[in-house]
């Protein structure tokens, strides 16, 4: 029996929303090297030519497309294109996310909505025309990326921690309501990656030391460092691949041991 077989994506088609850069990037180019097609969309014009001039430095054959994923019609569209264009959708990661940090009693509801709308709603969107597909053809893996904040509240992040929880659950939804149709729908909780959407809580300060919250994480997370895109390869091929068709449900954390630490003593 040859184990790394089971590992393979080699002719599957992977959509990973959201993958210009950061997380959504790595992951789709862990994909391609396991031997899938890759497509992934984004919202901006100046992001595709970047995420085109970047896939291709890699070597690898992306194939991108203009969506908001809260947008139903555009969601219709993206998967009837990635249908056209490489075949039916056997992977699909949903990414795209966003954060607000502002603390609960000064947030606006609208506020409030959009980061629900994109990190809860849309990935109930983006799912619902994509598990057809995986029914007919017998096969498919979903893979939500969650957070820590699908377990841990903390200051400032109400919405994104209330949407993070959501998705924890709806991944355990979407697997006990199509698992029969074997299709395994888990999900990844990064710790703290180094990405854009952390930056600025790792802003070097104007004397020239760490951010006060950039030395808070590396004493909460026993690997004692953030994490980085390509800390989240391996496991997302593994929820990918048929080396996990038994495991559904679940949430992988991939967080260099902080749900494990109570922390330091003082
Ligand atoms: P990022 O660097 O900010 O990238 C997020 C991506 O999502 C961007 O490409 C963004 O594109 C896209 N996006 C946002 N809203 C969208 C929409 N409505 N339609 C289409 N694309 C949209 O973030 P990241 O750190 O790589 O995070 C990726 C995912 O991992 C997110 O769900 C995030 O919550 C989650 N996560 C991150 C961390 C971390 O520490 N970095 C930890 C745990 C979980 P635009 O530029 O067009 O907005
Ligand atoms: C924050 C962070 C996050 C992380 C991540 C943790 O402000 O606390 O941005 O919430 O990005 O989701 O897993």
Redesign the pocket.
């Known amino acids: 029996m040859d184990i790394m077989k089971q590992f393979s994506l080699e002719g599957k088609v992977a959509l990973v929303t959201g993958a210009a850069y950061g997380i959504g990037f790595a992951i789709a180019e862990a994909y391609a090297a396991a031997g899938a097609k890759i497509a992934f969309n984004c919202r901006g014009e100046h992001h595709m030519e970047a995420a085109m001039a970047a896939y291709h430095e890699k070597g690898i054959d992306a194939h991108g497309y203009y969506a908001d994923v809260t947008n139903e019609e555009d969601v219709i569209k993206l998967v009837a294109d990635i249908e056209r264009d490489l075949g039916t959708i056997d992977i699909l990661v949903n990414n795209a996310g966003i ?1 607000k ?1 502002i603390p609960m009693l000064e947030m606006e509801a609208k506020d409030f909505r959009q980061v629900i709308d994109i990190d809860l709603v849309a990935p109930y969107i983006v799912a619902k025309h994509v598990i057809p597909g995986m029914i007919k053809k017998g096969h498919g893996k979903i893979i939500n990326i969650c ?3 699908s377990e841990l509240g ?1 200051e ?2 109400s919405a ?2 209330a949407a ?1 929880g959501g998705l924890k659950m709806l991944t355990r939804n979407i697997c006990s309501e199509y698992g029969e149709y074997n299709i395994q729908c888990n999900g990844i ?5 180094a990405t854009p ?2 930056a600025p ?1 790792r802003e070097i300060q104007p004397d020239g030391s760490r951010h006060p919250f950039d030395q808070f994480i590396i004493s909460k997370t026993p690997a004692a460092r953030w994490g980085e895109a390509e800390d989240l390869m391996g496991p997302a091929v593994f929820l990918a691949s048929d080396a996990s068709n038994f495991v559904n449900g679940h949430v992988l954390y991939v ?1 260099g041991g902080i749900l494990a630490y109570i922390g330091k003593q003082p």
């Open positions: 954060i940090r957070s820590m904040m903390r400032t992040v994104y921690a993070k909780g990064p710790g703290y990656i959407q952390t809580l967080d």
